[in-house]
């Protein structure tokens, strides 16, 4: 019998949501590599177009520490919802993906903080039956041990963590898909790798 692909890493992009966690301008100066998280949001942000999946972006307490960072265009994500919980899987999300995606299946995961709001999330959406993919080069905290060592605890409890260009080759599956151009193309921009190597401590 065929095992559960998305359970062994594979991505479908009918069955995916990518979910953008409080990269608000605020914690710009306190963030590590914010303006790289940024930038590797925006490369998720153009790609879910390309794909047709849906983006998900929280922001944390909003009416006090602000919104998204205006540096990311979140003008057609299918959700931007404030929160105080710091996982995002909210009610408010919850009834908004059972809408969207009755049949999801995978959440590709990306933000602020690494140990806070990502973490607690990845614990909601694991208990969920869930599929996630945590990608490590856009995701950050105020701290890199803190960081590193939520990288690992994701990675123990059933987390696939990742990155943005492994995420987008699973979902292209094709040299021949028609986006092929297009992502390929995203790809193609450097990375930071020292900020990368962090991650081999994993």
Request: a positive charge; hydrophobic letters at 40%.
């Amino acid at each position: 019998m065929a095992r559960n692909v998305l359970k062994l890493g594979a991505l479908e992009a009918q069955r995916t949501a990518f979910f953008l966690c409080d990269i608000q301008e605020t914690f710009r100066p306190h963030i590590k590599h914010f303006a790289e998280i940024v930038k590797v949001a925006n490369k998720m942000v153009e790609a879910a177009k390309h794909f047709n999946i849906p983006v998900y972006v929280s922001e944390q307490y909003p009416r006090g520490l602000g919104h998204t960072t205006k540096e990311i265009n979140t003008d057609k994500v299918a959700l931007v919802y404030g929160k105080t919980k710091f996982s995002m899987y909210t009610p408010e999300l919850q009834a908004k993906l059972k809408s969207d995606i009755p049949n999801l299946g995978s959440v590709v995961l990306f933000g602020i903080e690494a140990h806070v709001c990502i973490e607690q999330t990845v614990i909601d959406l694991l208990n969920e039956d869930l599929t996630v993919h945590v990608v490590a080069d856009g995701v950050s905290s105020r701290s890199l041990l803190d960081r590193s060592l939520a990288l690992q605890r994701m990675q123990s409890i059933g987390c696939f963590v990742t990155t943005a260009e492994n995420v987008l080759f699973k979902l292209l599956k094709d040299k021949e898909n028609p986006v092929f151009k297009s992502i390929s193309k995203m790809n193609k921009e450097p990375t930071l790798d020292t900020f990368f190597n962090i991650t081999a401590k994993i």
